[in-house]
């Protein structure tokens, strides 16, 4: 790295935290020094109207503004008009029932994500996520602890299996699951689904099902007395307590072992896996129906970019992208047409949104590494780096348009590396 570099990373850490410390106008003081002079936008040349411009002498939600210094005061560079790219589940109402929780950002909260909707969930340990089906699918990586999941195959056959921090699942939609918390303590995870207005309050529950369906017909149907049916729920259960299971073995043996047992895997260990690709600056794993072939409808890229690291500047051709941020902090860019650009940061919990084919980079901010999921409706992840496009053209082309000089063209990186080193 150049001196140069360093020097602009320095003076970007400096600013950056020392942020929470500072003014609206010393805010704005900070950012303009950072201004350069190619970086007028169709909004105007702050810089000629001086650092008043910005200063706010009205109200401020202090705690809001220390969060998202980017937004409040967005690059020069920032422009026009990209609509939503950020919410947090912390801004959401959690149900809370005895024996866990639930919180969702879907089209509601985020109305640009039209693809994905997203929920967090935490059972504790023997907590049921009740028997249910629903009209998404559903993707899943756990955040936490450890739980059981079954889904039943259309052909009988049942697949049982135990998930711990950083394993996936995948249940098409229509097909009925269950999610227990196991010991010691229970689980946390996210679920992504596959349709944008998705709720998770609005599933098909084996409770409600036989609480609206006449006693004499769950009679027939059971063939057993309408005596035997009077302990049935007589309404949702979705979320409740209950006794730790018993081991795997022993659960899969109790259904009757090999002869019912799923010929298809829906659990995926993504954490454990080597990643997809690794530098100096951080590791990606991509997880589509490439390696997990039941993810069909979603897939999947989980991120870790050490301090000061970034994802480089790339686009997806085949989908949006709904973002999950699990530790650390950084910030995004969106463009796009025409000559639209935001900024914003991000922290754990929250939810990022890039449209279908903007361009976007992902850059570490925080001391600490920053992780994660890049989210896709679609078989597989895929992604243009401008780096590699840049690199794979005639230099005398790259001149005329950036007016780079050859060796300049030369340094950038010719493979797309996806996280670029430090
Ligand atoms: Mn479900
Ligand atoms: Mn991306």
Same mark, same amino acid.
């Given at each position: 790295?150049?001196?140069?570099?360093?020097?602009?990373?320095?003076?970007?850490?400096?600013?950056?935290?020392?942020?929470?410390?500072?003014?609206?106008?010393?805010?704005?003081?900070?950012?303009?020094?950072?201004?350069?002079?190619?970086?007028?936008?169709?909004?105007?040349?702050?810089?000629?109207?001086?650092?008043?411009?910005?200063?706010?002498?009205?109200?401020?939600?202090?705690?809001?503004?220390?969060?998202?210094?980017?937004?409040?005061?967005?690059?020069?560079?920032?422009?026009?008009?990209?609509?939503?790219?950020?919410?947090? @589940?912390?801004?959401?109402?959690?149900?809370?029932?005895?024996?866990?929780?639930?919180?969702?950002?879907?089209?509601?909260?985020?109305?640009?994500?039209?693809?994905?909707?997203?929920?967090?969930?935490?059972?504790?340990?023997?907590?049921?996520?009740?028997?249910?089906?629903?009209?998404?699918?559903?993707?899943?990586?756990?955040?936490?602890?450890?739980?059981?999941?079954?889904?039943?195959?259309?052909?009988?056959?049942?697949?049982?299996?135990?998930?711990?921090?950083?394993?996936?699942?995948?249940?098409?939609?229509?097909?009925?699951?269950?999610?227990?918390? !196991?010991?010691?303590?229970?689980?946390?995870?996210?679920?992504?689904?596959?349709?944008?207005?998705?709720?998770?309050?609005?599933?098909?529950? #084996?409770?409600?099902?036989?609480?609206?369906?006449?006693?004499?017909?769950?009679?027939?149907? @059971?063939?057993?007395?309408?005596?035997?049916?009077?302990?049935?729920?007589?309404? @949702?259960?979705?979320?409740?307590?209950?006794?730790?299971?018993?081991?795997?073995?022993?659960?899969?043996?109790?259904?009757?072992?090999?002869? #019912?047992?799923?010929?298809?895997?829906?659990? @995926?260990?993504?954490?454990?896996?080597?990643?997809?690709?690794?530098?100096?600056?951080?590791?990606?794993?991509?997880?589509?129906?490439?390696?997990?072939? #039941?993810?069909?409808?979603?897939?999947?890229?989980?991120?870790?970019?050490?301090?000061?690291?970034?994802?480089e500047l790339h686009w997806h051709p085949?989908?949006?992208?709904?973002?999950?941020?699990?530790?650390?902090?950084?910030?995004?860019?969106?463009?796009?047409?025409?000559?639209?650009?935001?900024?914003?940061?991000?922290?754990a919990n929250d939810?990022?949104?890039?449209?279908?084919?903007?361009?976007?980079? #992902?850059?570490?901010?925080?001391?600490?590494?920053?992780?994660?999921?890049?989210?896709?409706?679609?078989?597989?992840?895929?992604?243009?780096?401008?780096?590699?496009?840049?690199?794979?053209?005639?230099?005398?082309?790259?001149?005329?348009?950036?007016?780079?000089?050859?060796?300049?063209?030369?340094?950038?990186?010719?493979?797309? !590396?996806?996280?670029?080193?430090?």
């Open positions: 790295m150049s001196d140069e570099k360093k020097g602009n990373r320095m003076q970007d850490g400096f600013s950056r935290r020392s942020v929470l410390g500072m003014g609206s106008a010393a805010l704005a003081a900070a950012t303009l020094a950072g201004f350069t002079a190619h970086a007028q936008t169709r909004e105007g040349t702050r810089q000629a109207e001086g650092d008043h411009s910005s200063s706010n002498p009205g109200q401020e939600n202090r705690a809001l503004l220390a969060e998202n210094p980017n937004s409040n005061t967005p690059p020069p560079t920032d422009n026009g008009d990209v609509g939503p790219i950020w919410y947090s @589940f912390d801004l959401t109402k959690k149900r809370i029932q005895e024996g866990g929780w639930t919180h969702q950002v879907t089209q509601r909260e985020l109305p640009s994500s039209t693809d994905l909707a997203g929920v967090n969930m935490r059972l504790t340990a023997g907590s049921f996520r009740e028997l249910h089906w629903h009209t998404a699918d559903e993707w899943s990586i756990m955040l936490y602890g450890n739980a059981r999941v079954t889904v039943l195959n259309p052909d009988g056959t049942i697949f049982i299996d135990d998930v711990s921090k950083g394993d996936l699942w995948y249940f098409p939609a229509g097909y009925p699951h269950s999610i227990q918390g !196991l010991g010691p303590d229970g689980c946390e995870f996210l679920l992504v689904f596959d349709q944008g207005m998705f709720s998770e309050d609005n599933t098909f529950l #084996v409770s409600e099902w036989v609480a609206h369906t006449p006693p004499d017909v769950l009679s027939k149907n @059971f063939g057993l007395p309408e005596s035997a049916l009077t302990t049935l729920p007589t309404s @949702f259960l979705y979320i409740f307590p209950a006794d730790l299971p018993k081991s795997l073995a022993e659960d899969k043996a109790a259904v009757g072992g090999q002869k #019912v047992q799923s010929p298809i895997q829906y659990t @995926f260990k993504m954490e454990a896996m080597a990643p997809t690709r690794r530098t100096t600056g951080g590791e990606i794993r991509i997880v589509d129906s490439h390696n997990f072939p #039941v993810s069909k409808n979603v897939a999947a890229a989980l991120n870790t970019i050490k301090p000061g690291g970034m994802r085949n989908a949006s992208e709904w973002q999950f941020w699990m530790a650390g902090k950084g910030r995004m860019t969106v463009f796009m047409p025409v000559g639209s650009a935001r900024t914003m940061d991000f922290n939810v990022g949104f890039v449209p279908f084919n903007a361009g976007h980079y #992902v850059e570490n901010t925080g001391d600490t590494d920053l992780v994660f999921l890049e989210m896709f409706k679609a078989s597989e992840v895929l992604d243009f780096s401008l780096n590699q496009w840049i690199r794979r053209l005639p230099p005398e082309m790259v001149y005329s348009h950036l007016k780079l000089d050859r060796n300049s063209i030369q340094t950038i990186p010719a493979e797309k !590396l996806e996280i670029l080193p430090r």
